[in-house]
């Protein structure tokens, strides 16, 4: 081959590795257009360390914010601390467009009061315990279904080109687990029988939206309270952190399980 030629074939190489490396560096300057939808699980209440001073308690060691750090992604973090499923549609939705590529919820234990049932739980035995969760499996199964159809239309109609992932609730105790105070096991099994009634109905209704499902219950096994290594808090003060995940359950249990379901 003549230098000429040597040095034309050169450039086409070097010309060709330039166009590829253009086109990388332009596949990961595409942004990740993230919001975050929903209630104090996704918000990151327990987990401390709140980025603004409204009752929402959003976090930086939430998963929304752990997903937006490590990926880049432009986050429009919307969840709040109480939120229900009219919360999301009066006040969250609004952050939806048709360049949202991804977004994330967790909603409906506030529909179906689990802060009043863990009141009644502890106040009112295993016989008022049993009610208390009767009552809010009764709700989830009739009423909060069409509750949570309205909100994924809507985050559909909004987000038509998002990837959406629905997040759902860990069991709270470890039957027969280290803790030899406070509520029975009896009570306890009611309560994770709460937890499995309210994901099973969001699992379904996600399904039926065409959304993602991301069952917490499976990285919360052996982290629950009165497992010795809890990734959730107890009853703590502040008392509105009670029940909620810490920084670890997180870190190690919602940051997870949400990025391997996309």
Known sequence: MS?????????????????????????????????ALGDSYSSGVGAGSYIDSSSCKRSSKA???????????????????????????????GALSASTTLVSISVGGND????????????GGDSGC??????????????????LDTVYRTIRSKAPNAKVVVLGYP????????????????????????ADALDTVIEKEAANAGFTFADVRPAFTGHEICSGSAWLH??????????HPTATGQ????????????
């Open 63 to 93: 998963y929304p914010s752990l997903y937006a750090s490590s990926s880049g992604a432009s986050l429009s973090f919307q969840a709040c601390s109480g939120a229900k499923t009219s919360d999301v549609l009066n006040n969250q939705v």
């Open 171 to 194: 069991h709270f105790y470890k039957i027969g687990g280290s803790c030899s105070v406070g509520l029975s096991d009896t009570s306890r099994g009611y309560i994770n029988g709460g």
């Open 251 to 262: 870190a190690s249990g919602y940051y997870p399980t949400f990025t391997a379901a996309f």
């Open 112 to 123: 179906a009061g689990f802060s009043s049932v863990m009141q009644d739980c502890i106040l």
């Open 3 to 35: 230098v000429p030629a040597a040095r034309r074939t050169v450039t086409v190489i070097v010309a060709v590795v330039l166009a590829t490396l253009g086109l990388t560096t332009a596949a990961q300057a595409a942004t990740i257009n993230y919001v």
């Open 130 to 147: 049993k009610t208390a969760i009767a009552n809010a499996t009764d709700y989830v199964n009739t009423t909060l279904p069409g509750l």
């Open 234 to 243: 107890s009853v703590t003060l502040p008392i509105d952190e009670s029940y």
